[in-house]
């Protein structure tokens, strides 16, 4: 017995030091993967990188030391896309649990907040696809999606088909300076993507498979949806809202939900406390955030 003891004092010691190691080296590669695509960056835009004013206006400080500044235009383009359940080919015969991911696109705006107050009453985390909006009005909303626990992903810096789709070299720049701009803001280095519009969009002038190349070399997911609330359609309402998604959850065992956060998606927030109960009601489904383990539903085979 003294010596069964002595041997167990000295294995769970250990094993706990084994189990710290192991987490020791998962987070040093995770810090060495993020130091690598920061010093990519700087490398590929200079030591100084965009930077935003008080007034939150964009600075950008040049080779000669003198700043150029631009100034957004605010104009928002609809999404094209009419698909409301892809083909996308995910497991439907799985067994247990259901998994819900509420998204949200195009924010943030003056419904957010609202939006975040409303996921915190009913303890649900989701997914922003956010766009770059550089106004001071909106760095707190950022800073509060990321500090609430919910995913921060990318929709495009300005959302302009014309100018995101016009070549592979215009979407990497915009690529590029919204994910800049998101890590300055939030200190977060997003790893999710969604194309405006979807990757099915018929409106890009490049493929978009090359597009879908870019990110994976920037070891970025994309995800398109299975469910769509259809509140970007003419006479979408609350009931519309609503019935788009709960009736549609069923016929999957992972959905993830298309809705828009905008100032004139009014009824997309009316609707969502009984949308979340009407999920949360639902045997053996729960709503969770997009994660590196998510399964993506994509519109587009790789």
Not at 161 to 173: C, E, N
Not at 253 to 267: G, I, N, R, S
Request: charged letters at 25%.
């Amino acid at each position: 017995m003294i010596l069964a003891s002595v041997a167990a004092a000295c294995l769970v010691p250990t094993c706990i030091c084994l189990i710290l190691a192991v987490r020791y080296d998962r987070l040093r590669t995770e810090y060495e993967q993020n130091k690598a695509n920061l010093e990519w960056y700087r490398d590929r835009f200079g030591n100084e990188m965009t930077i935003l004013a008080e007034n939150g206006e964009e600075v950008t400080v040049l080779a000669d030391g003198q700043e150029a500044s631009t100034s957004q235009s605010g104009e928002f383009e609809a999404d094209y896309s009419d698909i409301y359940i892809s083909g996308a080919t995910n497991p439907e015969d799985i067994e247990g649990t259901r998994y819900v991911y509420l998204t949200f696109d195009d924010g943030p705006s003056s419904s957010t907040d609202k939006i975040l107050d409303i996921l915190d009453q009913y303890n649900v985390k989701a997914t922003f696809f956010v766009c770059g909006k550089p106004d001071e009005k909106y760095t707190d909303i950022y800073k509060r999606i990321v500090e609430d626990g919910h995913t921060l992903g990318m929709h495009s810096y300005s959302h302009k088909y014309s100018q995101i789709y016009a070549s592979l070299d215009s979407f990497k720049d915009d690529f590029e300076k919204l994910r800049i701009f998101l890590y300055q803001t939030t200190e977060v280095w997003p790893e999710f993507y969604r194309f405006p519009g979807g990757s099915s969009n018929g409106v890009s002038k490049v493929d978009m498979h090359e597009l879908i190349s870019f990110l994976d070399e920037q070891k970025v997911t994309f995800f398109d949806w299975n469910v769509s609330a259809g509140d970007d359609k003419a006479g979408a309402n609350k009931d519309t809202v609503y019935a788009n998604i709960v009736n549609n959850i069923p016929k999957f065992k992972h959905c993830v939900v298309l809705m828009h956060d905008a100032a004139d998606k009014k009824y997309t927030v009316e609707a969502l406390p009984e949308i979340i109960e009407a999920i949360q009601a639902m045997d053996d489904t729960v709503i969770v955030p997009i994660t590196g383990d998510t399964l993506p539903v994509q519109h587009i085979k790789k």
